[in-house]
């Protein structure tokens, strides 16, 4: 049987009134939150776009076999096998490994609550909600507050993790003639499975601690999990061959500043040619930069439907005139944020892409201008 608690919540309609035009204050505050980040953002892929093609058309490729005190300060791209002799180890579990970095993730098995609502409109312009709240257990690797849940009870999830997740990174990496810095070690990300095969001779592992599945599993039974269970996997960066870019500094490197304004100081796996490193980086910033055009555009358009939310509510006195209210504002919501949005992004760009800002602001206005005419259309037709 499915573990579920429903609840039942009514509404008439002077409170759902009020609940709407308080909600237009929120509404405005996501406008703003919106418009600040779709600035934001543009300011910050156009710094990174002008920062890597300056750094594209600076890069010199060197040999990593000595250093040339000629490149000192200059940006730099070199390829050569990372190594290092350190012997990296997690103490509380006595794993250990010979390489550039280490890592231990853990996961708590837990209570997880899921909801999902159902509205019913009433007549009058009440509203009925039945909300149901499911649980379910889950392995995750972050806490999940249980006192948070609308039935707490018989869902209690522990407090807090038994072991953190952690990283260590080698002190002192070679490439060649040179050594990596912190910050370029702690950009290497190609980590690999380091199976525990069994307990380490001598590890004060605690007593319900047992090899399962390449990792260590903290419980009874890994094959019956109990809340509060944990589970750790480790994995590891080998040594290998690393290929970067950044300013050279000394026998080691730094942050490359460039004229505009942005900083470059890049690491990957593999022997990867200077300019492939600059077009992945750029190909990079430009699916971040879309992704959180997408996140402002959607807080924009949250924004205006919680602000002509009051007029769908007003017209649900008769439910099918509130529905067809709701659908006319939902369109001229979407509409409006299409033409704000564009907005700001244009005026974001047309200071650094003057022909791109004036295309996207035609653009904007020509949005702008259809949902204020779907707008009269839709008042006229009411």
Do not use: C
Request: cysteine-free.
């Amino acid at each position: 049987m499915p573990d579920t608690f429903q609840v039942t919540s009514s509404s008439n309609w002077f409170s759902r009134l009020g609940k709407a035009f308080t909600g237009i204050i929120a509404g405005l505050v996501l406008l703003v939150i919106g418009i600040g980040l779709l600035f934001w953002n543009e300011g910050r892929a156009v710094k990174t776009y002008q920062t890597l093609k300056e750094g594209q058309g600076l890069v010199l490729n060197v040999s990593a076999e000595q250093v040339d005190a000629a490149n000192e300060g200059k940006l730099v791209h070199l390829s050569a096998e990372a190594a290092t002799e350190e012997v990296l180890a997690d103490e509380e579990f006595s794993i250990s490994a010979h390489g550039l970095r280490l890592r231990r993730e853990v996961e708590m098995y837990q209570w997880k609550e899921k909801q999902s609502s159902e509205t019913r409109k009433k007549l009058g312009g009440g509203e009925e909600t039945v909300t149901t709240y499911s649980y379910s257990k889950e392995w995750s690797s972050w806490p999940v507050d249980s006192a948070n849940f609308q039935n707490p009870e018989g869902h209690e999830n522990p407090s807090e993790f038994p072991y953190e997740s952690m990283t260590w990174d080698a002190e002192e990496v070679a490439v060649g003639a040179f050594f990596l810095s912190p910050d370029l070690i702690s950009q290497l990300s190609d980590f690999q499975d380091l199976p525990v095969r069994g307990r380490p001779e001598g590890a004060a592992w605690p007593e319900d601690a047992r090899p399962a599945k390449g990792g260590i599993y903290l419980g009874a039974n890994p094959a019956e999990p109990q809340v509060g269970d944990a589970r750790l996997k480790f994995s590891v960066v080998e040594p290998g061959p690393v290929s970067l870019v950044a300013a050279q500094n000394g026998d080691s490197f730094a942050d490359y500043q460039t004229k505009a304004g942005g900083a470059i100081a890049m690491i990957v796996s593999g022997k990867v040619p200077a300019q492939q490193m600059f077009e992945d980086a750029i190909a990079t910033n430009t699916l971040i930069t879309w992704l959180v055009r997408l996140g402002g555009f959607i807080l924009i358009w949250i924004g205006f439907g919680l602000i002509f939310a009051p007029l769908a509510v007003l017209a649900d006195i008769v439910p099918l005139f509130g529905n067809l209210v709701g659908a006319a504002t939902g369109l001229i919501a979407f509409l409006l944020a299409l033409a704000l949005a564009l907005t700001v992004i244009a005026i974001a760009w047309v200071v650094f892409r003057p022909l791109l800002g004036m295309a996207l602001l035609v653009l904007a206005v020509a949005a702008a201008v259809f949902g204020f005419r779907a707008f009269g259309k839709k008042k006229q037709a009411a």
